[in-house]
């Protein structure tokens, strides 16, 4: 069974970079049929996706946040990991990692998520 | 970007059926058969009910259905269980990025 499962600091200070590491274990990060992928979550609000990345590292971003994001993978590890920089207040939320195939375009496998905090 | 528009909430009564619309564009819904459905219970990761418009992974209900007819998409759940109580968000494909919907909440009275 596929799990992924995300770390990293869950409180970041406004202006400075969010880091967080999504591990995948019982599969291959390196499989050619899935993207893996990034989405959060603010408080109270909607899913919103940040980016995606392939095993060879080919990335998509979020137009709206394209400046602030680095995703990276490390096929060694089976893991992929996210930066966000530049956070504000705004940037306050659940982080999810995800597995979607690229065929139907879905995020079939989920990570339970993190709660990263932007505050002083 | 904009977000698919979605109902902020609907309801219905056990075994009785709902349906949940999601609005996009020419860019988005109207331009591919890549919309897919998440159901998200409180304090849990999404779930993925639908895919590619109409189709359940295994597992998933059969009492849940997808349909798309232009820029708008739409999840029917028949037959309304205590259980489906919980946030529905739709998202598609948009060429290189994906966008979802802001996301209904589904009230089971």
């Known amino acids: ?120 | 970007q904009s977000a698919l528009t979605q109902p902020a909430s609907v309801s219905g009564s056990p075994g009785q059926s709902i349906t949940i619309s999601c609005t996009g564009t020419s860019s988005d819904v109207g331009s591919y058969n890549l919309v897919s459905w998440y159901q998200q219970h409180p304090g849990k990761a999404p779930k993925l009910m639908i895919y590619e418009v109409s189709k359940r992974p295994s597992g998933v209900s059969n009492r849940f259905s997808g349909s798309k007819s232009g820029n708008t998409a739409s999840l029917t759940i028949s037959g309304l269980q205590a259980e489906d109580e919980a946030d529905y968000y739709c998202c598609s494909y948009a060429g290189t990025r994906w966008v979802f919907g802001g996301g209904t909440k589904l009230t089971v009275l």
């Open chain 1, 1 to 120: 069974q596929l799990q992924l499962q995300e770390s990293g600091p869950g409180l970041v200070k406004p202006s400075e970079t969010l880091s967080l590491t999504c591990t995948v274990s019982g599969g291959s990060i390196s499989s050619s049929s899935y993207y893996w992928g990034w989405i959060r979550q603010p408080p109270g609000k909607g899913l919103e996706w940040i980016g995606s990345i392939y095993y060879s590292g080919s990335t998509y971003y979020n137009p709206s946040l394209k400046s602030r994001v680095t995703i990276s993978v490390d096929t060694s590890k089976n893991q992929f990991s996210l930066k966000l920089s530049s956070v504000t207040a705004a940037d306050t939320a659940v982080y999810y990692c995800a597995r979607h195939t690229i065929a139907a375009a879905a995020f079939d496998y989920w990570g339970q998520g993190t709660l990263v905090t932007v505050s002083s």
